[in-house]
């Protein structure tokens, strides 16, 4: 069976029914089948409907960013953070790499700054409501780059 690309509308919503992101106010999101470019709880369940279809889909922490993972809380001298302003919720990468975790400080006592590595949804279990609005076979482009490209399959 050939690989298909799916476009789709999502609300995400955490456990405390907040709203987290949306895809309404644009494009609707479209992911390459197998490609793992969304959380693969959601990417599962997306495969198996139809366009046009909707749902409310419940992915549990696990199967989403994982648990929070407390050896990615850390304790850092300021000195050893780049230098200028330091408030929480200042980000750092964690390395040159592109997919680095960010350390997000959310404490601060004297010199001593707490940093969490974290993804800010890891230990959530979260909330989409989803519909699929087109469902179309994958261009040979988008099979070698790996992911989907637009609704008419132009790319990027
Ligand atoms: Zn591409």
Sequence with gaps: ????????HYVL????????????DGDPMGVLEGAHQIIPGLETTLFQM??????IVHVPAAQAYGPVNERLKIKVNRAK?????????????G???AHAPVFVVFKIE????SLDGNHPLAGQDLTFDVEVTLIRAATPEELEHGHGHGPEGHGH
Excluded: C, Y
Excluded at 1 to 8: A, D, G
Excluded at 13 to 24: H, K, P
Excluded at 81 to 93: D, K, N, R, V, Y
């Design 50 to 55: 139809k366009a046009g279809e909707k749902k």
């Design 13 to 24: 919503t955490n456990s405390g029914g907040e709203t987290i992101d949306s895809s309404r």
């Design 1 to 8: 069976m050939s690989q298909r690309v799916l476009f789709f």
């Design 110 to 113: 004297g010199d001593e700054v």
């Design 81 to 93: 953070l780049p230098e200028g302003e330091l408030a929480i919720g200042t980000q750092f990468s």
């Design 95 to 97: 390395g040159p790499e």
